[in-house]
C-alpha cells in the first residue's frame, strides 16, 4: 500500500510535502494549516458516509418481493395421498384455466402421475448418491435433498422470471415427511420460497385412518408443530372424503367435549395422553383452516383454493410484515456497526493529523528481542573470557615465584 496515493484519494497532502514548505517560526501558518486539515479531515469522513449510506441503500433496494405467484408445500404422513392430491390440484389449474408451475422434491419417485416444470430427478440420482455415500434409502433422500438445495437460488430465479405469467406453484415434497419438515435443505427451501412469494403449507391427512382419536391427535401434534417451525399459514386438508367423511374431525375440533367422549373408551397410556392435549391444542384450532378433499374424485377443491385465497392474504399480512420487521431489525443493526466503524476511524484520522503511522505487526518486537538476546548472551560470553583471562594471570603469577625460588 503506498503512502501517497492514499493521502491523494482522501485529499490529504502527506507529511512530507506539507512539512517542507511550512516554516517552524510562523504560528499563524501553522494554525490556519491545522484548520485546512480538520476540514479536510471532516470532508473526507463526509464523503465516506455518504459512499456507506449509499451503498447500504443499494443492498436493500436489490430485493424485491413478489405477490405472485402462491407458492404451496404439500406435504403430510406417508400414505396419506400427496402425489395423488398434487396430480388433482393440476388438473384443477388447468381445467380452471389458471397458471400454474410444478415442482418435484422427491428424488425416490419412480414415476409421476403429472408433469414436473421442475424435477430434482433431473439433477440428483437417487441410487447414484446411495452408491457413492454408502446410504440407505432416508439417507440417500436426504443427502439428495442436500445436493439440490445448493442450487435452490437457480430455482427462485427461473420462478422470479415467469412470475407475472403464473398463478400457483405447486410443490410436491419426499414421502417421508421429517425429512422435509426438520432437515437443514427443507428450512433452506421453505425459507427461500416465504421471502420472495406468499407461501402457504398445505398438511395432507388421511381421514379414514384419523378415525381413531389417537391418530388423529398425532396428526395434529404434526400439524401444530410445523405451523410453529415454519411460522407459515397452514391449511388441513382431510383426503379421502370419498371412503370417509370428515365431519368427525371437524366436530372434534371445535367441541373438546366430543373428543373427550371419544377418547374415553380407550384406557392406554396414549389416550390418556390425547386427553391431556386435546385442552392444550384447543386453542391451536381456532386460528386454523381445515378442508375436506378428495384427491380422486376431485371433491372440496373449490374450497380448497379458497382456504388458499385466504392464507395468502394472511402471510401478506402477519408473515410479510415479520419478516420486514426482522429485515429492518437486520439493518438497523448494521448502520449501527458502520457507524461505530466510522467513529473508531474518525478518532484515528483527528488523532494521527493526517500523519504516517506506523503498523505494528509484532516483527519489529521479535526483532528487538532477539538482539537483546543475542546482546546478553555476547556480554556473558565476554564476562567468562575475563573470568578466564584473570584466572591465567594469577596462575602465571604463581609460576613465576615457583620458577624465581628455584632459580639457578
Not at 275 to 301: H, I, T
Not at 360 to 366: H, S, V
Request: glycine content about 6%.
Amino acid at each position: 500500500m503506498e503512502v501517497d496515493s492514499d493521502y491523494s484519494k482522501m485529499n490529504i497532502t502527506s507529511p512530507e510535502q506539507s512539512g517542507s514548505s511550512v516554516p517552524m517560526d510562523s504560528e499563524d501558518s501553522s494554525s490556519t494549516q491545522a484548520k485546512g486539515k480538520e476540514d479536510e479531515l471532516s470532508d473526507s469522513m463526509q464523503k465516506l458516509n455518504v459512499e456507506e449510506s449509499s451503498s447500504g441503500l443499494a443492498g436493500t433496494s436489490s430485493t424485491n418481493f413478489k405477490k405472485k405467484p402462491v407458492i404451496i408445500l404439500v406435504v403430510g404422513m406417508a400414505g396419506s395421498g400427496k402425489t395423488t392430491f398434487m396430480n388433482r390440484l393440476v388438473y384443477h389449474t388447468q381445467a380452471s384455466n389458471l397458471h400454474g408451475y410444478v415442482m418435484n422434491l422427491d428424488p425416490a419417485v419412480m414415476t409421476l402421475p403429472f408433469g414436473a416444470n421442475i424435477d430434482i430427478r433431473d439433477t440428483v440420482r437417487y441410487k447414484e448418491v446411495m452408491k457413492q455415500y454408502n446410504l440407505g434409502p432416508n439417507g440417500g433422500i436426504l443427502t439428495s435433498l442436500n445436493l439440490f438445495a445448493t442450487k435452490f437460488d437457480e430455482v427462485i430465479s427461473v420462478i422470479e422470471r415467469r412470475a407475472d405469467q403464473l398463478d400457483y406453484v405447486l410443490v410436491d415434497t419426499p414421502g417421508q415427511i421429517e425429512i422435509f419438515t426438520w432437515s437443514a435443505s427443507g428450512a433452506i427451501i421453505t425459507e427461500a420460497f416465504a421471502s420472495t412469494f406468499p407461501t402457504v403449507i398445505t398438511y395432507v391427512v388421511d381421514t379414514p385412518r384419523s378415525t381413531s382419536p389417537v391418530t388423529f391427535m398425532s396428526n395434529m401434534l404434526y400439524a401444530c408443530s410445523i405451523l410453529y417451525k415454519t411460522r407459515l399459514p397452514l391449511v388441513l386438508a382431510f383426503n379421502k372424503i370419498d371412503v370417509a367423511q370428515h365431519q368427525f374431525a371437524l366436530e372434534w375440533m371445535e367441541d373438546f367435549e366430543a373428543f373427550q367422549a371419544a377418547v374415553s373408551s380407550d384406557h392406554s397410556y396414549m389416550a390418556s395422553l390425547s386427553q391431556s392435549l386435546s385442552l392444550a391444542l384447543d386453542e391451536f384450532y381456532k386460528n386454523l383452516r381445515s378442508v375436506g378433499v378428495s384427491a380422486v374424485s376431485g371433491a372440496g377443491m373449490d374450497a380448497f383454493f379458497k382456504a388458499i385465497g385466504a392464507s395468502a392474504e394472511e402471510y401478506m399480512e402477519t408473515y410479510k410484515a415479520d419478516l420486514d420487521k426482522r429485515k429492518a431489525e437486520k439493518q438497523r443493526l448494521e448502520e449501527d456497526r458502520r457507524r461505530e466503524n466510522m467513529d473508531k476511524l474518525r478518532k484515528d484520522m483527528e488523532k494521527t493529523k493526517g500523519e504516517t503511522v506506523v503498523l505494528n505487526t509484532g516483527l519489529k518486537n521479535k526483532e528487538d528481542k532477539s538482539k537483546s538476546m543475542m546482546d546478553e548472551e555476547e556480554e556473558e560470553e565476554d564476562d567468562d573470557y575475563e573470568r578466564y583471562t584473570e584466572d591465567e594471570d594469577v596462575i602465571d603469577e604463581d609460576e613465576d615465584e615457583k620458577v624465581g625460588r628455584f632459580s639457578f
